[in-house]
């Protein structure tokens, strides 16, 4: 809610003007059983799968903006691939099609969503996804990731104590430092 009214302060929107979108993969039984129950919030199915306004009537419903929730696993609209994209359980195929939409896209407002979701499903990038081929495929938008979150350096790190070892055991099988020299491209 901190983040809803930095929002609309800084963009200069009524608070009328905007809904608080909450995404859930499965749909939060308990949570809406609490809103009704303990906050007398009502939750209403938009007619839209998926899709469920939360509303509150009387003297709070002027200090609470308008909210939605959506439950990704409910959607069947063919238009809710953004939407949809908002989980942290994304397969590599996933990863794969949001990266690209946002790409194409070019908006630099997609980009950074992509960037905030591919943090969310960092597992995807880090184990599912082979990052070469990440890299070839997305350019930019992995590396800006990458150093938004930190994980350039850790990677670099990795790749260097990878070619440490690789050279180590080339050593310890018996070759020169010469043939190591020229197998590693270590310049003098």
């Not at 209403?44 to 002027?62: H, L, N």
């Not at 200090?63 to 238009?79: F, G, I, R, T, Y």
């Not at 591919?118 to 590396?143: H, P, R, S, T, W």
Request: aromatic content about 10%; proline content about 2%.
């Amino acid at each position: 809610m901190s983040y809803f009214h930095a929002y609309i302060s800084k963009n200069r929107i009524g608070f009328g003007e905007t809904t608080v979108t909450f995404a859930s993969v499965r749909r939060p039984v308990k949570l809406f059983r609490a809103l009704e129950e303990e906050r007398g919030y009502k939750i209403i199915p938009s007619g839209t799968d998926g899709i469920y306004y939360i509303t509150v009537e009387g003297r709070q419903a002027a200090h609470v903006p308008a909210m939605q929730l959506v439950v990704n696993s409910e959607l069947s609209a063919k238009d809710a691939g953004w939407i949809k994209a908002i989980r942290n359980d994304w397969t590599k195929e996933d990863g794969v099609e949001i990266v690209t939409k946002a790409k194409r896209a070019g908006d630099p407002d997609f980009l950074e969503a992509a960037y905030l979701l591919c943090y969310a499903n960092i597992n995807v990038l880090e184990e599912v996804m082979d990052m070469k081929e990440a890299e070839k495929k997305f350019g930019q938008i992995i590396d800006k990731w990458a150093v938004k979150t930190g994980k350039a350096e850790k990677w670099m790190q990795k790749g260097a104590q990878k070619t440490a070892r690789q050279l180590l055991n080339f050593l310890e099988s018996g070759h020169s430092i010469g043939e190591a020299r020229a197998k590693f491209a270590v310049a003098r």
